[in-house]
């Protein structure tokens, strides 16, 4: 069987193709969810008009292909796995063009303990013992607020009796 080889120079599509629009549309849809804007951006980084674009990712909503709803609630669910805290999961949302109400019910539908998250975030990095002084403790601190947690949830995680957060 003979391998194909891409070509190094790409040829650019008609900017107002409709079908090849939608076809690389659904090739990157078939890969991973995507949000509108996400996907938007990708279209017009290939060569195809901002209007081709809108006018193909309405089509791919109201297939049930493309949803902000599902790419956030997909999102917010990795996105814990991971260890991020509600602030990192909204901004990397927003930069992705998701919209502020969608945000909010994701994170919401999450139903996520973010205080004990971070307190299991800051064991698994530093270990059990609480910090030893300032100095460490401002430390596990910045650290939790690079991964995005809220004010409140690092102090109850770094000052927090572990009942308190339902960790035992």
């Known amino acids: ?8 120079t790409r040829q650019k599509p008609d900017p107002e193709d409709g079908d090849a629009a939608r076809d690389h549309a659904i090739r990157l849809l078939a890969r ?4 509108r804007g996400e996907l ?3 279209l017009r980084q290939r060569g195809f008009s901002p209007d081709c674009a809108e006018s193909v990712l309405d089509g791919l909503e109201e ?3 493309l949803s902000d709803e599902r790419f956030a609630e997909i999102f917010v669910r990795t996105r ?3 260890g991020s805290g ?4 909204r901004a990397e949302l927003g930069q992705r063009g998701v919209a502020d109400e969608i945000i909010d019910r994701a994170l919401a539908e ?3 303990d973010f205080g004990a998250l971070a307190h299991r975030v800051r064991c698994r990095r530093f270990g059990e013992t609480p910090p030893a002084d300032f100095e460490d403790k401002a430390r596990q601190a910045r650290f939790l607020a690079q991964r995005g947690f809220r004010a409140d949830d690092v102090r109850r995680s770094l000052d927090a ?3 308190e957060l339902g960790i035992e």
């Open 32 to 35: 991973r969810e995507y949000a």
């Open 86 to 89: 509600p602030l990192k999961i």
């Open 40 to 42: 938007a951006m990708r």
């Open 1 to 8: 069987m003979k391998k194909r080889h891409r070509s190094k």
């Open 80 to 82: 814990i796995e991971r």
């Open 110 to 112: 999450a139903d996520c």
């Open 161 to 163: 009796d572990l009942s």
């Open 63 to 65: 297939r049930g292909y």
